[in-house]
DNA sequence: TGCGGTAACTATACGGCGTGAAGTAAAGAT
DNA sequence: ATCTTTACTTCACGCCGTATAGTTACCGCA
């Protein structure tokens, strides 16, 4: 049974650190998935894994820091997940792109209820985000991926937006230089397409999966559908044809 | 001091019953308001009574049913709010009823932000909804609302709704009894049109107080203006002219 | 006027929570 | 072989919701 299994350049120490921190969050995400981000608790995660609660102070200095690292872990999973699903599509298909991108967002929120509480609710009796959000950077490609989708649709849509009067101070100075560094040319009234194509996509989304839209509708997706086929054609492009 | 307060119709006992419930709720809502809604404690509140928290236990029989009374009437509050702010224009000024609810919308989320998060975010750490939301009524008030709005429009928006495939069976039985009653003649496309409204407008609310707009822009405010004057636009209505 | 019922409230207790302080045993470094 | 660091446990504190039992004060009725 004794074998090298490390590599020679992390200790063996190193090693099972991460493994023990790997584990700690694998645990936390199996808890959240059955009873919610409110059940991620350091003493059940604890009783989990056959250790004391207080064992997990050495990874993580608080139960905040756990939620936080849990939070980026899961939004940057969303963010992989939407941006894979946009780049199936060729950069010519602007509209198959938004709608691959939207149905992947709807389908991961119903595929992980309980991830999207705790990337989108509020998560936790007392949790506070440090500073600005617990995964800005998550948060930020979600967004620069949005915009891409914006730009890719701004040679069709961009008459229909010449009577917006947005300026890049509008926006968020290191979003703004990301925008305009990859898309030079874009107006800043694109990235305000971006954000309300993301207020669009996530309210009705949030709405759905946090409960307050089973009390109106028995058919979500298909408002989902018609609302994605809506932006698209407000967009000037051509919407695929309705399927079932 | 010794004087007649209370109506003859109500005993002396039950009129103390209802105040010390009122009494309660709103300490619960201060709580709330200085601390989240994670704070709402029975302990803190009977801390602040004067009492022991098993004294609460004879007004609510859970912590979750003192939420839940607190989220309808919070939730009822919002609806009132919205109604009152769109009754303020006469039925013949559709795109300004559309306007004054959308902005009474985001202007109460932001002076109520932690009654925003009572009603829409996770609200507490294992709070369960009663079958199908807290707030059903109020809930159906909004949407109802909304849909008030839509049939306000549709004179108007119809055209650009006759390609929808939407059926009264895909929207609750009792939400479409109700329209269809109120509004004969209007086809389901609009309760459609109304939910979409929702979305669009929760969405991007629900991001800035959730504080996952913070991050991206600096003018929350103007995005939800341009957002309100599309909506409005794309109902081919006249949307008012921008202010600063 | 006094008595019985009941409503309102307290006292005590249990288990669970996050977290701090102190101690222990094993692994690594020298 | 000794010293240091790491991983972990034990114990403790103050929070939490809630169950059970006991106490007090008021109300209606004789």
């Known amino acids: 049974m004794i074998q090298d299994v490390g590599s020679a350049t992390t200790s063996r120490r190193a090693r099972l650190r991460t493994e023990t921190t790997a584990e700690i969050k694998r645990v936390a995400l199996e808890l959240m998935a059955s009873g919610g981000p409110g059940s991620i608790t350091l003493r059940a995660i604890a009783r989990e894994m056959g250790m004391t609660a207080n064992a997990i102070y050495g990874y993580f200095a608080t139960r905040d820091d756990l939620l936080t690292a849990l939070i980026k872990d899961v939004y940057t999973e969303l963010a992989d997940t939407l941006e894979a699903a946009r780049d199936a599509l060729p950069e010519a298909d602007a509209a198959g792109r938004i709608l691959a991108w939207a149905h992947a967002f709807r389908d991961w929120a119903l595929a992980h209820p309980q ?82 194509i993301w207020g669009h996509l996530h309210g009705l989304v949030s709405l759905e999966v946090l409960g307050h ?32």
Do not use: M
């Open 115 to 196: 991830g999207f509480r705790l990337i989108y609710g509020d998560p936790v009796p007392g949790y506070q985000a440090p500073e600005g959000g617990a995964a800005p950077e998550a948060e930020h490609r979600v967004c620069a991926g949005l915009t891409g989708l914006a730009a890719g649709a701004w040679p069709e849509a961009s008459g229909r937006y010449t009577d917006d009067s947005f300026d890049w101070t509008d926006f968020d100075e290191k979003l703004a230089g990301e925008v305009r560094a990859e898309f030079p040319g874009l107006p800043p009234a694109a990235v305000a397409l971006a954000l309300r």
């Open 213 to 244: 839209l089973r009390a109106q509708t028995t058919n979500p997706a298909k408002l989902y559908r018609n609302e994605i086929a809506r932006l698209i054609s407000s967009l000037g492009l051509t919407p695929p044809p309705a399927t079932a």
